[in-house]
C-alpha cells in the first residue's frame, strides 16, 4: 500500500491512487481501497484492482512493472507489427485473445467472489464481534454466577454448621432426656418402695390409732369410774362429816346442857353433888373428846380419799390426754402420709399398689 507526503494512504487500484479516509471512530482495520468511489459497470476500485491482479498473474506480469493498460498496448503493438508476416500465428493470437477474455471473465468473477467472500468475512467478523460481546457478557454471568455459587456455598457450609450444631444440640437433648428418664425410673422406683413403706407405716399407723382408740376409750371409762367413786366418797365423805357434825353438835349441846346441870346443881347439892357433876363433866369432856377424834379422823380420811381420788383422776386424765393427743399425733401422722401415697401415685402412676 503506497501513500502520500503527509503520510496518508493511497487506493490499491492502479488507475485511481486516490488518498483513502482513516478508518471511523470505532477503529478497525485500515482501508485498502476506495470505500465509495465506483467506476462504469458500477464495479469499485477493489473488484478492479482483483481484476487486475488477476489479468496480471494470467500475463506474468509482475507487480512492480508497469500498468495493465499499457501492457495491453505494448501486446497490442506487437501484435500489429507480427500480424503480417505472422498470418500464421493469427490463429494463436485469437486463441490468446478468447484466453484472455476468459481470464478475465474469471478475473470478474473471482472480484465478485472476493467482494461476497470481504462481505461474508465483514459478516463473520461482526459475528465474530457479536460473539465476542456475547462471550464477555457470558463471562460476566458466569463470574456472577461464580460469585453466587461461592455464596451459596458458604451459606450451605453455614447451614451445615447450623444443622451440625443442631444435630449436636438435640443429641445432647436426647442424653439428658435420658439421663432424666433415667433418674425419674429411678426415682420412681424410689417412690415406689417409699409407697410401700408408707402404705406399711399407715397399717401400723392405723392399727396403732386402734389401740389408742381402745385406750381411749378404755382409760374414758376408767376416768368416769373415777369421776362417779369421786362423787360417791364425797358423798360419803359429806354424809360421814354432815353426822360426824351433828354428833359434835349433839355432844356439845350434851356438854352445855351437863355444865348448866352441874352449875344448878352446885348450887343445891353439896361437894359430893359438884364430884359427881365434875365426874360427869369429865367424862363428857372425854367423849367430846373422843367425838372430836372421831370427827378429825373421818376429815382426814375423807381429806385423804379425795387427795388419792384427785391424783387418781388427774392421772387418769392426763393419761386420757395423752392418748388423745397420740391418736391426733397418729391421725396427722395417718393423713399425711395418705398425701405423700396421694402425691407418689401422681408421679409414678396408677400402676403403684393401693
Given at each position: 500500500m503506497q501513500q502520500t507526503v503527509d503520510g496518508n494512504a493511497l487506493c490499491g487500484f492502479s488507475r485511481c491512487r486516490n488518498p483513502l479516509p482513516p478508518p471511523g471512530p470505532r477503529g478497525g482495520r485500515p482501508y485498502e481501497f476506495c470505500p465509495e468511489r465506483?467506476?462504469?459497470?458500477?464495479?469499485?476500485?477493489?473488484?478492479?484492482?482483483a481484476a487486475e491482479n488477476a489479468?496480471?498473474?494470467?500475463?506474468?506480469?509482475?507487480?512492480?512493472?508497469?500498468a495493465l493498460g499499457g501492457v495491453a498496448t505494448e501486446v497490442r503493438e506487437h501484435i500489429d507489427r507480427v500480424l503480417g508476416p505472422a498470418e500464421a500465428l493469427k490463429a494463436v493470437l485469437e486463441q490468446v485473445v478468447t484466453r484472455l477474455d476468459g481470464e478475465v471473465t474469471t478475473a470478474l468473477a473471482a472480484v465478485d467472489a472476493a467482494e461476497k467472500a470481504a462481505a461474508l468475512d465483514r459478516g463473520l467478523r461482526e459475528h465474530a464481534e457479536g460473539q465476542a460481546a456475547e462471550a464477555e457478557r457470558a463471562a460476566r454471568e458466569?463470574?456472577?454466577?461464580?460469585?453466587e455459587h461461592?455464596?451459596?456455598?458458604?451459606?450451605?457450609?453455614?447451614?451445615?454448621?447450623?444443622?451440625?450444631?443442631?444435630?449436636?444440640?438435640?443429641?445432647?437433648?436426647?442424653?439428658?432426656?435420658?439421663?432424666?428418664?433415667?433418674?425419674?425410673?429411678?426415682?420412681?422406683?424410689?417412690?415406689?418402695?417409699?409407697?410401700?413403706?408408707?402404705?406399711?407405716?399407715?397399717h401400723q399407723a392405723t392399727e396403732a390409732a386402734a389401740v389408742a382408740r381402745q385406750e381411749t376409750a378404755s382409760l374414758r371409762a376408767e376416768l368416769a369410774g373415777l369421776e362417779q367413786r369421786l362423787v360417791d366418797e364425797r358423798s360419803s365423805g359429806a354424809r360421814a362429816l354432815e353426822r360426824a357434825e351433828a354428833?359434835?353438835?349433839?355432844?356439845?349441846?350434851?356438854?352445855a346442857g351437863t355444865r348448866r346441870e352441874a352449875a344448878h346443881a352446885a348450887e343445891r347439892h353439896n361437894a359430893e353433888a359438884a364430884q359427881a357433876a365434875d365426874k360427869h363433866r369429865a367424862e363428857l369432856d372425854r367423849t367430846l373428846d373422843r367425838a372430836e377424834t372421831r370427827l378429825a379422823a373421818a376429815t382426814d380420811a375423807h381429806q385423804a380419799t379425795q387427795a388419792k381420788l384427785h391424783q387418781e383422776l388427774?392421772?387418769?386424765?392426763?393419761?386420757?390426754?395423752?392418748?388423745?393427743?397420740?391418736?391426733t399425733t397418729l391421725r396427722l401422722s395417718t393423713q399425711a402420709l395418705n398425701d405423700d401415697l396421694e402425691h407418689l401415685r401422681r408421679v409414678v402412676g396408677p400402676d403403684l399398689p393401693g
Open positions: 465506483t467506476w462504469p459497470g458500477n464495479v469499485t476500485c477493489k473488484q478492479l484492482a489479468l496480471r498473474a494470467a500475463l506474468g506480469v509482475e507487480s512492480g512493472t508497469a458466569a463470574h456472577a454466577l461464580t460469585a461461592g455464596a451459596a456455598r458458604a451459606a450451605a457450609e453455614h447451614s451445615r454448621d447450623e444443622a451440625l450444631a443442631r444435630m449436636k444440640a438435640a443429641e445432647l437433648k436426647q442424653a439428658r432426656a435420658e439421663s432424666r428418664r433415667d433418674a425419674e425410673h429411678e426415682r420412681a422406683e424410689h417412690a415406689e418402695h417409699r409407697a410401700r413403706d408408707a402404705a406399711h407405716r399407715e354428833d359434835l353438835t349433839a355432844a356439845r349441846a350434851d356438854l388427774g392421772a387418769a386424765k392426763h393419761r386420757a390426754e395423752r392418748a388423745e393427743a397420740e391418736v
